[in-house]
């Protein structure tokens, strides 16, 4: 008897996540890199730092704080849709891939971001909270850093659509270029946009100052660091694809927008720092990352060298911290261990 075919049914082939084969020479390691280092926000206890918070003065905290709500933001859409967007343009079969990105897309959101939420629940009050996310949202250079970066994964975003749904605005070439242009935009967020908001935690870190704080910042910037060096491989792998005509052009189209939102960060960190005075030296903090990005992504740094305040370096000290990018969890953190009650507890 034939069968009769629902509206909705598709006409796929599917294939299962097959891990006794390897998707590359590279996904697996990184598989295992992401899953040993995971951690969970609520077992860092902030109130520790609560002595130091309360006794900072006002245009201290207004840096801090933020400088975590730019975090927030970023973090935010690499969850909702930088890291989803690009791991929907990975080729059907490499399911390991799409394992990795969607691993590290959890991170972004349920771990990183809500880890910023609870360092201001922790030192801030409520109406203090909702002004800052209100000065997130209407800050000029974060709205168009947003615009930029996010801007790049909706342009794949339509094109995932396309391939997968409208094939007659589907090209193959095109297709491939904007899959590489979001990954340049996501280890660009992941590798260097992020640095200006670890900045200021990182220089208290290595006072011995918001030592929790610091800590937490040092486990995410330790899945960023893992998060920027996988994207950006599979961003070169792709790049190596392309005709000579189509690299010439793209590596211009990247230096444009390395340009474009270096002027809105120079913006976005003298809003922030130049309270503190600090901007000069979070800027050269900032190139020192943007060549880490372009690094990552298989190009010669664009800044020359300049010497980085020796405080943030202790901040980073790999150390005492065990920060690298293939390491064990920083020194500090235990993850949680739990333990049903029984009758015996009570034998005393
Ligand atoms: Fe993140
Ligand atoms: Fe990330």
């Known amino acids: 008897m034939k069968k009769e075919k629902l509206h909705f049914e598709t006409d796929n082939d599917f294939t299962g996540a097959n891990w006794n084969e390897v998707d590359d020479g590279y996904t697996q390691h990184f598989y295992e890199q992401n899953l040993s280092q995971f951690w969970r926000p609520e077992d860092i206890s902030l109130q520790p730092d609560l002595n130091v918070w309360g006794i900072l003065p006002d245009n201290i905290k207004d840096t801090y704080a933020k400088n975590l709500m730019v975090l927030t933001f ?8 930088g890291m989803p967007v690009v791991s929907r343009a990975i ?7 799409k394992a990795v ?8 959101n349920a771990v990183h971001a809500k880890s910023y939420s609870n360092i201001f629940m922790t030192y801030m009050t409520t109406p203090e909270i909702n002004d800052l996310f209100e000065w997130g949202e209407n800050h000029p250079n974060l709205r168009r850093i947003m615009n930029l970066i996010v801007g790049a994964y909706e342009a794949l975003d339509r ?9 007659e605005d589907y090209k193959p070439e095109l297709f491939e270029i904007v899959k590489w242009q979001a990954m340049v935009a996501s280890v660009f967020l992941e590798t260097w946009l992020f640095y200006s908001g670890f900045y200021y935690p990182l220089y208290f870190y290595g006072q011995g100052k918001l030592m929790q704080a610091g800590e937490i910042i040092n486990l995410i910037l330790r899945d960023e660091s893992v998060h920027g060096l996988y994207v950006g491989r599979l961003a070169q792998d792709i790049f190596d694809k392309f005709p000579k005509n189509v690299q010439v052009e793209q590596e211009a189209w990247m230096n444009k927008f390395l340009l474009t939102l270096f002027d809105e960060q120079y913006g976005l960190i003298s809003s922030m720092y130049d309270q503190v005075g600090l901007t000069d030296d979070v800027i050269r903090f900032v190139k020192y990352n943007a060549n880490k990005a372009l690094m990552n992504l298989g190009f010669d740094q664009h800044f020359p060298n300049e010497p980085i305040n020796p405080v943030v370096l202790n901040g980073l000290n790999t150390e005492t911290k065990t920060h690298d990018y293939f390491s064990m969890k920083g020194t500090g953190y235990q993850k949680m261990v739990t333990e ?5 507890d009570f034998d005393f």
């Open 74 to 81: 970023l973090d935010t859409y690499q969850g909702d849709i």
């Open 91 to 97: 080729t059907d079969d490499k399911h390991q891939q």
């Open 101 to 108: 990105l969607n691993f590290m897309a959890a991170m972004e």
């Open 159 to 167: 094109q995932n659509y396309y391939r997968k749904y409208k094939h």
């Open 340 to 344: 049903a009650i029984s009758d015996d």
